[in-house]
Structures are given as structure tokens and as C-alpha cells.
């Protein structure tokens, strides 16, 4: 169980703010915040270089974090700017050997960014992006997959919770079928990502994003990536650096053996150590702690949002995680946005922009997205739900 009071205690915007756009970037607790700090004051006083010598331990340290957090192992951890990042060294290093008619299968609940590299790719290549359609709850049809593989499929890329609502995909029946069928598979975890238990191996991925801001309470600017130990030495960055590869002769490199071949050698040492620790103080609270407190938080809010007349809530899936996303009439999402900003309340809006083939398949422009954390208390969403019920009241 998440001692409440502590968490709160330990998340100085708590005194702040009702956060509820934790799927945009959450609080970060105390200690994120301290170790950031501690960091670029040692940098301005000792120098960039001196500092990240002192503190090379801890900094390696980090991939041992982020391993015990994904159930993989420190050589298959990468760390990068952010998700996007993370997903497109994959992504491009896949697709540097698509040829036309070669197949892209992703989910409808795509993020834009990668949505925008399928397009990329197949303009260049003659690849082909096809969608998996969506079940009857709303989530990625397995057996649609598993109907849709023939022998051009080169990848499965889909995500596992969008940015645009509650919906979990099936992650782990996916990695089944394209265990089963030898198909690469590239899981976009990044809303997943210190909000639910993760275990690649039970999830059959060989590559995982994700990033540090969201759910995991880290540094902006901050991003991780899991690639596969078997698939590590086949797959060639679309580009590297000194750190990813070694100039051993004037026409001949090495490319690192680890998953380290998809970094880069600049970085932010502060926020890789911020990272490192926001992932630790999950570790010790407990993902399958977390997990439960979010969801049942989801699970009454949905419950108290459907008192409001005129709301619609429009999360999808069997399974709905701590991303509550929904609709009022007559209410633009920007402008309930904005008013409870005015009032302190935090939440965000997802437009078609961000998920152009769900949005569209649904009939939907926007949608007004109110993400919890374990550190959110129900007294929050009941101000919450009482500045949405007043918005519809003034509308
Ligand atoms: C499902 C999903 N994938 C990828 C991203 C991109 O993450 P980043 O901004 O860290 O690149 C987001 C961000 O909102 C997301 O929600």
C-alpha cells in the first residue's frame, strides 16, 4: 500500500497544484528535484568533466535502475533524450532495410511521432503502414493481428498505452503472436512506464521505449530504451558518435556491442542521475503498488465523472489505466483546460494531431485528458469534478 501522506509530503507541487496531467509530465518527487540540483551545482563549481568523474558510479548505476525496472539487464539498456528518441533509433535502423511492399503493422492508437516515421519511411522506401484494427472494446484485435501476417510483415510496432486515453493494448498477446511468428516486435511503453509492472520478456518485446517525465517522475529531457540482447549485434544505429562506436583505423570502425551503440556521448549527467533516482523511489514504493492505487483512482473518477450531464467519457479497452480522457458538450476541451488552470488544477487536452487514425475512426477532434498518480488523493478529484460540473454549469 502507498503511504499517501508520505508521497505527498515528498512532492513539493503537491502544496502547489492538483495535478492531473501526470501523462504529460508528473510532479517529480523531492529527491529528483535534489539530485538534479546537487549535480549542476558540482558542475559549476569543479567543472562538467571533473563532475560526471565523481559521480561515474552512480551515473552507471543507473542502467542497473532502469533494467531491474524493465526485468532486463544492464547491457540492453540505452539511455537517450526522450521516448521519441529511444523509438526512432529502433524504428530507423529496422527500416534502413525495408523494401517495397515490406509491411509496418501498428496499432490504431498510434502516437504522431511515430505515426510520422511510418509515413517517412514508407515515402522513401515503398513500405507499407497497415492498422491493425481495433476490437470490440476498443483495443488492438488480436486475432486481427494474428489474421493480417503474412510473410512481408518485417514489424510490429504498436503502443501499449496511448497518450489519448485509459486504453491498454493487449501488450503481451501481441509479443506472443510475433514471438510466434519470428516478426521484430518495437513496444512503445512511455505511458506504461512507472505506472504498470514490466517484464519483457512476459511481454515478448524486443525493443521498448520509453520516457522519464510521465509516469516514472523524472527529468524532462530524459528517455530509455530497451533493446534485446540477441538483436543488439543485427541492428546498426541510423547514426553514431564517439561513444557509440570507436575509430580504430582511418577507414574502419567498432560499433559498441551493448545497447549503448544507440546513445550519444553528450548528455545531461544531471538529469541521467535524476532519472536513475526517480526510478529508484518507484522501485521502492513498488510498481505493483502503484499500478493498483492509479487504477483504482481512475476507476472513481470515471465513476464521478459520470454524475456530470453532457459528459461522455471515452476511454476505451478491457483493461484502463490511470489516463481518464472525456468529452462535454458544448464545452471546448482547451477552454475547461484553461479555466481550471486558472483555478490551479492541471490537466491537458489530446487532439487529432496526436492520434490521427484513432481520432479519426472515432469522430473525435479533441478530448479533454485528466491523468492520476498515486500521489493525487480523492479529495483532488473531487475539486476537480466540481470545476468541471461548475464549467458546464457556466457554459
Ligand atoms: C504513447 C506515447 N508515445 C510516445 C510519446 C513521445 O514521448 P517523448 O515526448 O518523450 O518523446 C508520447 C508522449 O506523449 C506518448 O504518449
Given at each position: 500500500?502507498?503511504?499517501?501522506?508520505?508521497?505527498?509530503?515528498?512532492?513539493?507541487?503537491?502544496?502547489?497544484?492538483?495535478?492531473?496531467?501526470?501523462?504529460?509530465?508528473?510532479?517529480?518527487?523531492?529527491?529528483?528535484?535534489?539530485?538534479?540540483?546537487?549535480?549542476?551545482?558540482?558542475?559549476?563549481?569543479?567543472?562538467?568533466?571533473?563532475?560526471?568523474?565523481?559521480?561515474?558510479?552512480?551515473?552507471?548505476?543507473?542502467?542497473?535502475?532502469?533494467?531491474?525496472?524493465?526485468?532486463?539487464?544492464?547491457?540492453?539498456?540505452?539511455?537517450?533524450?526522450?521516448?521519441?528518441?529511444?523509438?526512432?533509433?529502433?524504428?530507423?535502423?529496422?527500416?534502413?532495410?525495408?523494401?517495397?511492399?515490406?509491411?509496418?503493422?501498428t496499432s490504431r492508437a498510434e502516437y504522431a511521432s511515430n505515426a510520422i516515421a511510418f509515413i517517412q519511411v514508407a515515402r522513401r522506401s515503398g513500405a507499407v503502414i497497415d492498422v491493425i484494427p481495433d476490437d470490440e472494446h476498443g483495443q488492438l484485435s488480436v486475432d486481427a493481428l494474428r489474421a493480417m501476417l503474412d510473410e512481408r510483415v518485417r514489424l510490429i510496432a504498436i503502443s501499449w498505452i496511448p497518450t489519448q486515453g485509459g486504453l491498454v493494448n493487449p501488450a503481451a498477446a501481441v509479443g506472443a503472436v510475433a514471438c510466434d511468428a519470428g516478426i521484430p516486435y518495437l513496444l512503445d511503453a512511455c505511458q506504461a512506464a512507472g505506472q504498470l509492472p514490466i517484464d519483457v520478456d512476459a511481454l515478448g518485446?524486443?525493443?521498448?521505449?520509453?520516457?522519464?517525465?510521465?509516469?516514472?517522475?523524472?527529468?524532462?529531457?530524459?528517455?530509455?530504451?530497451?533493446?534485446?540482447?540477441?538483436?543488439?549485434?543485427?541492428?546498426?544505429?541510423?547514426?553514431?558518435?564517439?561513444?557509440?562506436?570507436?575509430?580504430?583505423?582511418?577507414?574502419?570502425?567498432?560499433?559498441?556491442?551493448?545497447a549503448r551503440r544507440f546513445e550519444s556521448w553528450e548528455h545531461s549527467v544531471a538529469n541521467r542521475l535524476g532519472l536513475g533516482a526517480a526510478v529508484d523511489y518507484a522501485l521502492a514504493l513498488g510498481i505493483a503498488d502503484i499500478a493498483a492505487r492509479v487504477t483504482d483512482l481512475a476507476s472513481s473518477l470515471r465513476t464521478m465523472l459520470t454524475a456530470i450531464p453532457r459528459l461522455a467519457l471515452r476511454d476505451l479497452g478491457v483493461e484502463r489505466c490511470g489516463?481518464?480522457?472525456?468529452?462535454?458538450?458544448?464545452?471546448?476541451?482547451?477552454?475547461?483546460?484553461?479555466?481550471?488552470?486558472?483555478?490551479?488544477?492541471?490537466?491537458?487536452?489530446?487532439?487529432?494531431?496526436?492520434?490521427?487514425?484513432?481520432?479519426?475512426?472515432?469522430?473525435?477532434?479533441?478530448?479533454?485528458?485528466?491523468?492520476?498518480?498515486?500521489?493525487?488523493?480523492h479529495d483532488e478529484l473531487a475539486r476537480f469534478v466540481d470545476a468541471v460540473s461548475d464549467a458546464r454549469g457556466a457554459a
Amino acid at each position: 500500500m502507498i503511504d499517501v501522506a508520505r508521497v505527498r509530503a515528498d512532492t513539493p507541487g503537491c502544496l502547489d497544484v492538483v495535478h492531473l496531467n501526470n501523462a504529460g509530465a508528473s510532479l517529480p518527487p523531492r529527491v529528483v528535484v535534489d539530485t538534479v540540483i546537487e549535480h549542476l551545482e558540482l558542475e559549476a563549481r569543479v567543472g562538467g568533466y571533473a563532475a560526471a568523474d565523481a559521480v561515474s558510479a552512480r551515473a552507471t548505476a543507473v542502467y542497473d535502475s532502469v533494467a531491474a525496472l524493465l526485468s532486463a539487464s544492464r547491457d540492453e539498456i540505452a539511455l537517450v533524450e526522450n521516448a521519441t528518441r529511444a523509438w526512432d533509433m529502433v524504428f530507423y535502423a529496422l527500416a534502413s532495410s525495408f523494401n517495397p511492399g515490406d509491411r509496418i503493422l501498428t496499432s490504431r492508437a498510434e502516437y504522431a511521432s511515430n505515426a510520422i516515421a511510418f509515413i517517412q519511411v514508407a515515402r522513401r522506401s515503398g513500405a507499407v503502414i497497415d492498422v491493425i484494427p481495433d476490437d470490440e472494446h476498443g483495443q488492438l484485435s488480436v486475432d486481427a493481428l494474428r489474421a493480417m501476417l503474412d510473410e512481408r510483415v518485417r514489424l510490429i510496432a504498436i503502443s501499449w498505452i496511448p497518450t489519448q486515453g485509459g486504453l491498454v493494448n493487449p501488450a503481451a498477446a501481441v509479443g506472443a503472436v510475433a514471438c510466434d511468428a519470428g516478426i521484430p516486435y518495437l513496444l512503445d511503453a512511455c505511458q506504461a512506464a512507472g505506472q504498470l509492472p514490466i517484464d519483457v520478456d512476459a511481454l515478448g518485446c524486443d525493443f521498448l521505449s520509453a520516457t522519464g517525465r510521465k509516469y516514472l517522475r523524472g527529468p524532462r529531457g530524459t528517455g530509455l530504451l530497451y533493446v534485446r540482447r540477441s538483436r543488439i549485434a543485427a541492428l546498426e544505429p541510423p547514426f553514431l558518435d564517439v561513444h557509440a562506436a570507436q575509430w580504430v583505423s582511418r577507414t574502419s570502425i567498432e560499433i559498441r556491442d551493448d545497447a549503448r551503440r544507440f546513445e550519444s556521448w553528450e548528455h545531461s549527467v544531471a538529469n541521467r542521475l535524476g532519472l536513475g533516482a526517480a526510478v529508484d523511489y518507484a522501485l521502492a514504493l513498488g510498481i505493483a503498488d502503484i499500478a493498483a492505487r492509479v487504477t483504482d483512482l481512475a476507476s472513481s473518477l470515471r465513476t464521478m465523472l459520470t454524475a456530470i450531464p453532457r459528459l461522455a467519457l471515452r476511454d476505451l479497452g478491457v483493461e484502463r489505466c490511470g489516463i481518464v480522457s472525456f468529452t462535454v458538450d458544448g464545452i471546448d476541451p482547451y477552454a475547461l483546460a484553461a479555466r481550471l488552470r486558472a483555478q490551479h488544477i492541471n490537466i491537458s487536452v489530446s487532439t487529432i494531431d496526436f492520434a490521427r487514425f484513432d481520432f479519426e475512426a472515432r469522430g473525435l477532434d479533441a478530448v479533454a485528458r485528466a491523468s492520476v498518480h498515486y500521489y493525487n488523493t480523492h479529495d483532488e478529484l473531487a475539486r476537480f469534478v466540481d470545476a468541471v460540473s461548475d464549467a458546464r454549469g457556466a457554459a
